[in-house]
């Protein structure tokens, strides 16, 4: 099955800075990968998703890069504010008759110091 | 307000016991997923539901139960048989046919 590895674990960075986050994944037919943001004790929250067709998205501060032949995706958060301050998941997806099962990478912990 | 509710938000389980936790969602949705979290660990899926009275199996099933006999609910039972069942449990919901997934706020389960 797919297997999604993230790095790194925990991430500090001051606030203005830029945080980036890297996840690889092993199946190569996986066709769409989300991000999501998790605050304590809350479940997760999507924050962007990025489709193979695509290399690369942005929304205001945050943006996605994925590089298909190497099998790796990216988010890139820039000008970092303490409310940034969370854990953060990528997630890879198969189509096919996986459609809609996501493999879920460990998580980084993200800090943003004021 | 649409949305994923789950019940309760702390739960206890007692040796040997089984416990039912609830995931309710009003967005229309066909999908339902069970999760569990574990620290410093990304979700791991238990079972997941594309439609009523259907279930599949995820990576982590045994020791647990589900039932989709209606579209909007999906409880997971944590049975005796799962020896160690203290984690954090997350119910998400998506669109037939699409991979967007919406989560619960999560119910904590521990043991006494």
């Known amino acids: 099955g797919e297997n999604v590895e993230q790095h790194p674990s925990t991430l500090s960075v001051q606030e203005g800075d830029s945080a980036v986050i890297k996840c690889t994944y092993s199946?190569?037919?996986?066709?769409?990968f989300p991000w999501y943001k998790q605050e304590l004790g809350k479940g997760p929250q999507l924050i962007i998703d990025?489709?193979?067709?695509?290399g690369e998205k942005k929304d205001q501060r945050i943006a996605v890069t994925l590089n298909k032949t190497a099998k790796h995706f990216s988010l890139h958060i820039t000008e970092t504010q303490p409310e940034d301050s969370a854990v953060y998941f990528c997630?890879?997806?198969?189509?096919?008759?996986?459609?809609?099962?996501?493999?879920f990478g460990q998580g980084t912990i993200l800090t943003v110091h004021p | 307000d649409g949305g994923i509710t789950q019940s309760p938000k702390y739960l206890f389980r007692k040796e040997g016991q089984n416990v039912t936790l609830s995931c309710e969602q009003n967005?229309?949705?066909?999908?339902m997923y069970w999760y569990r979290q574990d620290p410093g660990q990304g979700l791991r899926l238990i079972y997941y539901s594309q439609i009523v009275n259907d279930f599949q199996k995820g990576d982590i099933a045994e020791g647990y139960s589900v039932s989709r006999e209606k579209k909007e609910s999906f409880p997971l039972t944590v049975t005796s048989a799962q020896k160690n069942p203290t984690a954090f449990y997350l119910c998400?919901?998506?669109?037939?046919?699409?991979?967007?997934?919406?989560f619960g706020a999560g119910t904590r389960l521990s043991v006494l």
């Open positions: 199946d190569s037919a996986s066709n769409y």
């Open positions: 967005l229309n949705h066909d999908a």
């Open positions: 997630a890879a997806s198969l189509g096919g008759t996986s459609y809609g099962k996501l493999t």
């Open positions: 990025i489709r193979s067709n695509v």
């Open positions: 998400a919901s998506s669109i037939g046919g699409r991979n967007i997934q919406y």
